[in-house]
């Protein structure tokens, strides 16, 4: 799959993904070569095959950084109404989920256009008790680089995509 062919595809799926499950999976190797899978509300996608997350939470990530920059982002559509149109019509109109894969870069203090993104993103919790807990302090992004990326194929729900 070509990233920058596909890419207005990839971060308009990101966007819905965000919208039904309110996070990414992202998969990272330790010292020992185990693996470990991280939610993560706050990924966000540039316009050029590039992308960032705030920091604040994350724990596992930049303890693995340091032995391996390598990292897989699994995004899934678990959209209700995405999956019963797509079971009732025996195929789906669109990817359910993508794969990105890419290296961590480094550490940095925010962009005022990335807090506002974040802002704009977690809009509708501004005024939720937990919102300040959660989203108030978040001043540390990390860039994510990726390389390449996949479509997830399921038979013949998407042999016609």
Not at 140 to 153: H, L
Request: glycine share 6%; aromatic share 12%.
């Amino acid at each position: 799959m070509d990233l920058i062919e596909n890419w207005t595809a990839i971060r308009k799926h990101f966007s819905h993904s965000f919208g039904s499950s309110l996070h990414v999976s992202i998969a990272s190797v330790d010292a020992n070569n185990a693996p470990t899978v991280t939610p993560v509300g706050t990924v966000f996608l540039n316009k050029d095959q590039t992308g960032f997350y705030f920091e604040k939470f994350v724990s596992t990530l930049p303890k693995h950084v340091a032995h391996n920059n390598q990292i897989c982002i699994l995004a899934v559509n678990s959209g209700k109404f995405f999956w019963l149109k797509s079971l009732f019509k025996a195929r789906f109109d669109a990817y359910p989920a993508y794969r990105l894969y890419g290296t961590l870069g480094q550490r940095r203090e925010a962009t005022q256009a990335e807090i506002r993104a974040l802002e704009r993103r977690m809009k509708l919790t501004r005024s939720l008790k937990g919102h300040k807990y959660l989203w108030n302090d978040m001043t540390k992004v990390r860039e994510i680089r990726f390389n390449r990326g996949e479509q997830i194929n399921i038979g013949k729900m998407t042999q016609k995509l």
